[in-house]
């Protein structure tokens, strides 16, 4: 990324990561790649908000330098310590030793454990604020959104709220703003955002977002640490993450599978089928040949939720029991579902399935078919999925 004006005397210095594909280990399939970004506010006290990733520090100081001498840097507002935001701080900090550290005591903490330093800190929380020359920064803490270190910064004088992790997106662009890229691309980014990174934080960030709303702050720039930044569409990313966070679902089906003979797939087919008659929009997902983000992210707003898997060696599959473990950490709420599988003499995947996500959903009783699928049974799978679909509509 080379250096972007936001605002007057406020930049875009962060950095592109152009090829990660996988972020937070193994867990997110960022297909866009990520962005790392930090603001640099030129004021009296030079400011710079947040830092990047270990490895990208050459190009966060390279693009602070086409402002400014980083040794000019007065503050290091620290919002959030997760090191993809913090890796380069010891870095930094070597560059402008005398700065004064600003974010939270959990930040803190974090940092020395991270790094042994945590330069001249001040430990700030809602309320507490910092002047910088023209602009005073309001700090907001928001755990959870995404550490409990976390928290927003708001700056009054550009109407600017930087908001780290909050708001962001993993897309990697040379484009700065929500409304320089497609819409449903930036959407779609969000969505998949918010179901790996936040849903298990709904309740919380609920009540944060509440709480923020009474403070009445003219935001007209969500600037995120992740991303695009928000300038045409504040209300409409405002008014997504309320939805998401209240559980609040659309009335259409997930239905995720693993199948050793295909025999659990013919099953998939036939539910699916039954569901589709009642024209309630639903999509099949084979977990071996769709990334699990992708299908956390469909399942965020589904009211529906169908599991099938072979029965091996008296378990479900391997990949349907990594996707649910990971999907139990939701801390989903107002989901139904039903199992199904395939077996040869034991069958236990279906029970396997209600076991693992019984914390996140409510489950209808389970089908279960001996090696492949008759015609009277697909009749039945064809069946139950019709059942099912008519509950997700008609449920208000
Ligand atoms: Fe983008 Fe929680 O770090």
């Known amino acids: 990324m080379s250096t972007r004006l ?9 950095a592109i990561d152009w090829n990660e594909r996988r972020f937070h280990g193994y867990t997110y399939a960022t297909k866009r790649g990520v962005t790392y970004n930090a603001y640099l506010v030129i004021d009296k006290k030079v400011t710079l908000i947040d830092t990047v990733r270990k490895g990208f520090e050459k190009e966060l100081i390279a693009n602070i330098r086409e402002v400014i001498d980083p040794s000019k840097i007065d503050v290091i507002v620290i919002n959030h310590i997760e090191p993809d935001h913090s890796g380069a ?7 402008c030793p005398n700065a004064k550290i600003y974010g939270t005591e959990n930040a803190r903490q974090g940092l020395l454990k991270y790094y042994g330093i945590s330069g001249d800190w001040t430990a700030v929380k809602s309320g507490q604020n910092l002047n910088i020359g023209k602009r005073t920064l309001d700090f907001i803490d928001v755990p959870m959104i995404h550490w409990p270190d976390s928290m927003f910064t708001y700056s009054a004088y550009d109407r600017i709220l930087f908001s780290n992790d909050g708001f962001g997106q993993h897309y990697a662009t040379n484009k700065i703003f929500d409304d320089e890229v497609d819409f449903d691309v930036l959407m779609d980014e969000v969505q998949k955002y918010y179901a790996n990174i936040l849903w298990p934080f709904n309740m919380l960030i609920a009540s944060k977002l509440a709480a923020i709303g009474k403070l009445n702050l003219n935001i007209e720039i969500v600037a995120p640490s992740h991303g695009l930044v928000w300038r045409k569409y504040v209300s409409e990313i405002m008014q997504k993450y309320l939805y998401w966070s209240s559980h609040l679902c659309k009335n259409r089906i997930a239905v995720v599978y693993e199948t050793m003979w295909n025999s659990t797939e013919k099953m998939a087919r036939k539910i699916i089928e039954g569901i589709t008659s009642e024209g309630v929009e639903a999509v099949l997902f084979d977990v071996t040949k769709n990334d699990r983000s992708d299908i956390a992210s469909y399942m965020l707003d589904a009211k529906g939720w169908v599991f099938g898997s072979s029965t091996h060696d008296g378990e479900m599959l391997p ?78």
């Not at 936001?6 to 962060?14: C, M, T």
Request: glycine fraction near 8%; charge should be positive; charged fraction near 25%.
């Open 6 to 14: 936001i605002k007057e005397g406020v930049y875009a210095v962060g």
């Open 89 to 95: 701080f010891p870095e930094v900090l070597k560059i």
């Open 319 to 396: 990949v349907i029991a990594s996707f649910l473990h990971f999907l139990k950490g939701s801390k989903a709420k107002g989901r139904k579902s039903f199992a199904f599988g395939s077996y040869g003499w034991s069958g236990e995947a279906v029970k396997n399935i209600e076991n693992t996500v019984s914390n996140v959903t409510s489950f209808d009783p389970s089908l279960r078919v001996v090696f492949n699928p008759n015609k009277e049974e697909l009749n039945k799978c064809f069946a139950t999925g019709k059942t099912f679909a008519l509950k997700i509509k008609n449920e208000k």
